[in-house]
């Protein structure tokens, strides 16, 4: 069993940057990979990022990449989204999920946290 919890989601300008954290309970973090996913009022949830459980591989969407990093400090249990140049369409509540997979499918996600909002002002 894994708990996450996110935090760092705010109201930041255009251009500006948040860095989002995801904090998971348990011993066994660091098998899990660890995805970054988004969803904004009306539409469904997208894939953001993911990051495999030794941190080795990464994986963005066409949309951040270049933007957002993701990461990793598997000795404190927690996964980072650093977001960059933020857009007003970047808007959405962010989650974080874990699985056994680094997969871009949140089907493939065992667990989830309970979200925290970005809003990107014009």
């Known amino acids: 069993q894994v708990q996450l919890v996110e935090s760092g989601g705010g109201l930041v300008q255009a251009g500006g940057s948040l860095r989002l954290s995801c904090a998971a309970s348990g011993r066994t973090f660091s098998s899990y990979a660890m995805g970054w996913f988004r969803q904004a009022p009306g539409k469904e949830r997208e894939f953001v990022a993911a990051?495999?459980?030794?941190?080795?591989?990464?994986y963005y969407a066409d949309s951040v990449k270049g933007r957002f990093t993701v990461s990793r400090d598997n000795a404190k249990n927690t996964v980072f989204l650093q977001m960059n140049s933020l857009k007003t369409e970047d808007t959405a509540a962010y989650y974080c999920?874990?699985?056994?997979?680094?997969?871009?499918?949140?089907?493939?996600?065992?667990?989830w946290g309970q979200g925290t909002q970005v809003t990107v002002s014009s």
């Open positions: 999920a874990a699985g056994r997979i680094t997969s871009m499918s949140g089907s493939r996600y065992d667990y």
């Open positions: 990051i495999s459980w030794s941190g080795s591989n990464t």
